[in-house]
């Protein structure tokens, strides 16, 4: 059974940083892509970033610029580097997996952003 277990949320003031890491219990290179979506109060989930097998990557036009999405393959661990937040990106940040056709996710980091 695959784990991933997201970390690195917390409070931040507007214009702050934070990075979330999510540690996966298989190799990510065992995923066609891994990625991290948010939840905020109210709203269906979105897509904030993703990235393939191959190194490709994908983001949502309001976090472009803003956010990075990268990995440690060594650590089997995904991380999403976020900047210049803004009140509008709080909401639960989720990570996801996707291997042949089964949808992995993780069990959500909360991240508040107070102006």
């Known amino acids: 059974q695959v784990q991933l277990v997201e970390s690195g949320g917390g409070l931040v003031q507007a214009g702050g940083s934070l990075r979330l890491s999510c540690a996966a219990s298989?190799?990510?290179?065992?995923?066609?892509?891994m990625g991290w979506y948010r939840q905020a109060p109210g709203k269906q989930r979105e897509l904030v970033a993703t990235i393939t097998r191959l190194g490709g990557t994908n983001y949502a036009d309001s976090v472009k610029g803003r956010f990075t999405i990268s990995r440690d393959s060594a650590k089997n661990t995904v991380y999403l580097q976020m900047n210049s937040l803004k009140p509008d990106d709080t909401a639960v940040y989720f990570c996801?997996?996707?291997?042949?056709?089964?949808?992995?996710w993780g069990q959500g980091t909360e991240v508040t952003v107070s102006s």
């Open positions: 298989a190799s990510i290179f065992s995923f066609n892509s």
């Open positions: 996801g997996a996707a291997r042949y056709g089964t949808d992995y």
